[in-house]
């Protein structure tokens, strides 16, 4: 089975009325067929903090979401760790020339040590470390 990894925009899109991306992710997610989705805590919380001021029911659908996303057997949520946390700070580190967010740096190295090279997302950051990106915007 394919496993692919899902970033924040990729949620974000799923549950947001009206969201721009949202039917690009959904055709994306679509094209991939039966498909084991990887994320991270980290990711879901970026997910949750985006919508925190969305107003109380955005905010109620987004923890739903979480639970769904938790609940769900075709997807699988990585721990945040003390570790998860040391290597994603490594690689920000590393990447100073580059503009990754702390949470990116935690997923590039959950993808690369869960050996998963394409990712539901739009964000070219993950092209530059090498991943193939999945949602383009049909304009």
């Known amino acids: 089975m394919k496993i692919v990894f899902a970033d924040t925009l990729y949620w974000i ?11 690009a992710a959904q055709e994306a997610k679509h094209s991939l067929g039966n498909t084991v989705i990887i994320t991270t ?10 919508l925190a001021e969305g107003g109380s ?7 739903k979401m979480v639970g769904a996303i ?10 945040q760790t003390r570790d998860s946390f040391l290597k994603g700070l490594s690689l920000y580190e590393q ?12 997923s590039m190295h959950t993808m690369k040590s869960e050996s998963v090279t394409e990712v539901l997302t739009n ?17």
């Open 13 to 23: 899109a799923i549950v947001r009325p009206r969201d721009p991306w949202k039917s």
């Open 57 to 63: 029911q955005l905010r109620e659908q987004a923890v």
């Open 95 to 106: 990447r100073a020339d580059k503009g990754y967010s702390l949470t990116d740096c935690i």
């Open 123 to 139: 964000d070219h950051h993950f092209e530059q470390e090498g991943f193939m990106v999945l949602i383009e915007k049909n304009l």
């Open 41 to 50: 805590d980290e990711i879901l919380i970026e997910f949750l903090n985006h």
């Open 70 to 79: 938790m609940d769900n057997p075709n997807v699988r949520v990585i721990p």
